[in-house]
Structure formats: structure tokens, C-alpha cells
């Protein structure tokens, strides 16, 4: 497992000084460190295998597990049994979604079933770019998640200003 704590630290219930730095810059977060915790502790009976879990955010009662390429099956465990442990656990909604640059790739990952429809970059007059998703407006009620939260998280994610409408 790549995790975002060293091996030391995800054995025991304090951090070295270089894993406290981290957290000092806000490389990790707490929630960071309770979730590569919690995958540690589980991992002997669930099998999570090599994944890399790269860090969460947290977003209107929702965590958002960013992992590594191909990880997310294994995150999420076979019929879901991983994220179910974290949901008990966290008593949140959990989503894993894989690292990624990619606005359309992420935001798709994020509200499927629904589908995305388009994607376009608005410039206001004053201010950044936004990010305009277009979201299919027949598949409007499989969004597994608000779409104000959504948008929430991604620009947690990845810095960027995005706004979706259904069309
Ligand atoms: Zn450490």
C-alpha cells in the first residue's frame, strides 16, 4: 500500500517529524491520516492489495477518496465491503475516484450513472474560468450525490471553478 503517512506512523497512534510536517504544511490532513489508518488496519482482512491512496477531501457530509490508477476496484472492495467499513466508521457517504487531471473524467466518475453531456469553459467579465458541465437532463435523477456538492468537492479537488447544469 502507498499511503500518505509513513509505514511507522500508520502502525501507531502518533507521527514522526516528518509525517507531522507534512500535516503542518497541509500536504495531509487529519482525515488523511484516519483513512490510510483505517485501510492499514483492515488490510489484513480485506485484502486491499498494492493500492495507493493519495488523499480525501471532505465536502457537505461526503468524503471523496482520491487513489491510484486501477485502485479504485480494490478501494472500494468486492461488493462495496471496503467503503462500507469506512461509511460505519466515518459515518459518511464515501466515493472513490481515481487521480486524475482530467476535469470531465472526474466529475464524470463522480455523478455516475448520470451523464455528461458537454463540457465548456465560461469567461465571466471579472473573475476566473468556470468550468461549465453539462449533465444529460433525462438521467437529472441517478446523480448519486447534490450537484451543489459535487461542484464543491471538485474545486477542493482540483482548483478549478465548475458549475453543472442539466440540459
Ligand atoms: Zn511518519
Redesign the pocket.
Known sequence: MKMP??D??LKTNT??K??NEKLKRREITKLDIELARTLYSIDRDYKLGDITFKKSVESDGLIIMIVGKGDVGSTVGRGGKVIRVLRRKFNKRIRVVEDTDDLKKLVGELIHPARITGVNIVYPVSGDAINKIRVDKASKDKMPIDASVIENAVRKIIKKDIEIVFE
Open positions: 503517512i509513513c511507522t506512523c507521527l514522526c516528518v509525517c
